[in-house]
């Protein structure tokens, strides 16, 4: 049976976490995430959605370059099975969830862009846990497909991979939340 659900978050408020505890962030800063306070979308951002949807979609195109649009397009699940797929994922008292950009068969994908690539960049990604979420759908393997837009990189990690640091970040970040109750005011992170 499994454990009560007392947490909710996503994976990217993790990797924020993740960043907070690097020091790349401030605590404000990691509540205002928290707390889902709204802040613009940057360039960066914008860039990154518009270019999900030309690789997925073929959406405006014409602003990105035929070659990683080609080199991209050749690393995502041959046939696709769907898109934008909701994922999640129970560990122990914390319920992961969030979006995986494309599924096939046995092979998850998630686009990424970045102004800077780094191998082994996603190692420790939390967006790692879509792979346990998306086992009973037949995943087994999950693919990030990266541009910096003058090339394409990947990386893939599969269901040996060791999720220990991850799951000691969500341990942590549970703890940091309770000593942060007070000052946290989206309660849907709480499932109480």
Do not use: W
């Not at 040996?160 to 970040?169: I, L, R």
């Amino acid at each position: 049976m499994a454990d009560p659900i007392h947490y909710r978050f996503y994976p990217t408020l993790l990797n924020t976490f993740a960043r907070f505890q690097k020091g790349y962030l401030s605590e404000q800063e990691l509540l205002d995430r928290i707390n889902r306070v709204p802040a613009p979308q940057t360039q960066a951002q914008a860039k990154g959605v518009s270019f999900e949807e030309a690789v997925i979609k073929g959406t405006d195109e014409e602003y990105f370059d035929p070659e990683i649009l080609r080199k991209t397009r050749a690393l995502l699940p041959r046939p696709m099975v769907d898109t934008q797929v909701y994922c999640q994922y129970q560990l122990g008292k914390v319920l992961l969830y969030g979006y995986v950009d494309v599924i096939g068969r046995t092979l998850a994908v998630d686009l990424k862009t970045t102004a800077r690539y780094t191998p082994g960049r996603f190692a420790l990604d939390h967006q790692n846990f879509y792979l346990l979420a998306l086992r009973p759908k037949g995943v087994r393997s999950l693919r990030y497909v990266i541009t910096d837009f003058r090339e394409v990189y990947q990386e893939n990690y599969d269901l040996a991979t060791d999720f220990s640091v991850q799951e000691k970040q969500v341990q942590l970040f549970c703890e940091f939340l309770e000593g942060h109750r007070d000052v946290i005011s989206d309660t849907k992170i709480f499932n109480s």
